[in-house]
């Protein structure tokens, strides 16, 4: 039952968890998982009021995205990118939000924004879309899809995004990872799709809030987007974690000592629950910010920086765990084994990049750096 302000994760939760092994043969979410994702509340989420959405916050987001991973971290990540591009969605002019929500805000949308890809090609009143888009998640349960292109703007190049009816596109079966499997992250594709320019805007409106907008809609896109994908991260890292010690504490070694008695698994379970605690209090800090924080340069660098090593910590910890989990852990259909897939996927997210993020949070704790100025520095 959908909360009056937020997400109700507990009723994705059974579902999730009945059809997460289906879901993966599958590669795509199950219609009833999907269903579940709508009616918890997920697509509406940041929806704006006046269309009958939450505008929630994003600390309900990461709560709600971490307890749905923990039964299926691909329903996890489909809910969490419905709620985001919901948030991207709202950048679009009246007209544009008119046509995704006019009839009510549960909208399930999927995207393939980052990196812009296929042909945009200016055409009166509008423009034409050409190309493939690959990477769209929850796409063959989605109502609307947002897909980037490059075209040529009054500042010059400019990466600008189509929203475009799900059922204009034709959606190829290209999806086969290592891990995130039930989240059919399919390629996308148009021939000469027309699409209104009320349906359109650049990529570059997300770095500044709206006038008037509501906190979720303030703040600039580079602070909150590696969020959306460490919080399914998260709370399949911590299912992982849950899964091992049980695993552990019921196996005997072939010596016939306790595995849970040696002195490898007991500093494993406490350097493993002291990264996922990390790695949580991280993100809540993240979310949390993004929620009330005076938004500056350096508070989105720090929001980058924490999500990006909150997602390595996650990685690392699941890593080890899944090492340390002997050869039932390799058997196929072994629920560690899945998890350490799909935590393994989604750290490989780019967003996610602890480098990347890392740099721009030099940029930020050194702004007056130059080429110029570091020679001088080094005495070159």
């Given at each position: ?19 997460a092994?289906?879901a ?5 979410l199950?219609?009833?998982?999907a269903?579940?994702?709508r ?9 704006p ?5 939450h ?14 991973a ?8 489909c ?25 009510g ?19 009166p ?9 690959a990477?769209?998640?929850g ?26 009816p ?8 290209t999806?086969?990872?290592l ?9 996308a ?20 809030p ?5 906190r ?5 896109f580079?602070?909150?987007?590696a ?13 992982a ?7 552990t ?17 007991r ?12 790695a949580?209090?991280l ?10 924080a ?19 910590l ?17 058997a ?29 949070y ?7 750096t ?7 520095a080094?005495?070159?």
């Amino acid at each position: 039952m959908l909360t009056a302000t937020g997400i109700a994760p507990e009723a994705v939760l059974p579902t999730a968890r009945r059809d997460a092994r289906l879901a993966e043969e599958q590669r795509r979410l199950t219609p009833d998982t999907a269903d579940a994702v709508r009616a918890a509340g997920f697509a509406r989420h940041f929806v704006p009021r006046r269309w009958g959405g939450h505008e929630g916050t994003f600390t309900d987001f990461l709560a709600a995205t971490a307890s749905v991973a923990g039964a299926c971290a691909s329903a996890a990540w489909c809910a969490a990118l419905y709620a985001a591009h919901g948030r991207l969605a709202s950048y679009l002019p009246e007209q544009g939000q008119q046509d995704l929500w006019g009839a009510g805000p549960d909208v399930r949308i999927a995207a393939s924004v980052v990196p812009p890809q296929g042909e945009a090609t200016p055409h009166p009143g509008g423009w034409h879309l050409s190309g493939r888009w690959a990477y769209a998640s929850g796409v063959d349960h989605a109502d609307w899809i947002l897909l980037a292109s490059w075209t040529d703007g009054p500042a010059g190049r400019e990466h600008r995004i189509f929203a475009v009816p799900r059922d204009e596109v034709t959606v190829l079966d290209t999806w086969r990872p290592l891990g995130l499997r039930g989240t059919g992250s399919n390629t996308a594709t148009a021939d000469h799709l027309f699409v209104p320019a009320h349906r359109t805007f650049a990529l570059g409106e997300l770095l500044a809030p709206r006038p008037g907008a509501a906190r979720c809609h303030a703040v600039p896109f580079p602070m909150v987007a590696a969020l959306q994908f460490a919080a399914p991260l998260l709370g399949a890292a911590e299912s992982a974690h849950t899964l091992w010690v049980a695993a552990t504490a019921g196996r005997e070694r072939a010596d016939g000592r306790a595995a849970a008695r040696t002195p490898a698994a007991r500093h494993l379970v406490a350097e493993s629950s002291a990264k996922l605690k990390a790695a949580r209090l991280l993100l809540t800090d993240v979310a949390q910010r993004a929620d009330g924080a005076v938004v500056t340069p350096e508070a989105v660098a720090e929001c980058r920086r924490d999500a990006a090593m909150a997602a390595a910590l996650c990685a690392q910890a699941v890593d080890r765990l899944f090492h340390a989990g002997g050869a039932s852990a390799l058997a196929d259909g072994n629920p560690l084994q899945q998890k350490w897939r799909d935590v393994t996927a989604a750290a490989a997210h780019a967003t996610l990049d602890f480098d990347t993020a890392a740099a721009a949070y030099a940029d930020a704790a050194f702004p007056d750096t130059c080429p110029d100025t570091d020679k001088e520095a080094n005495g070159s």
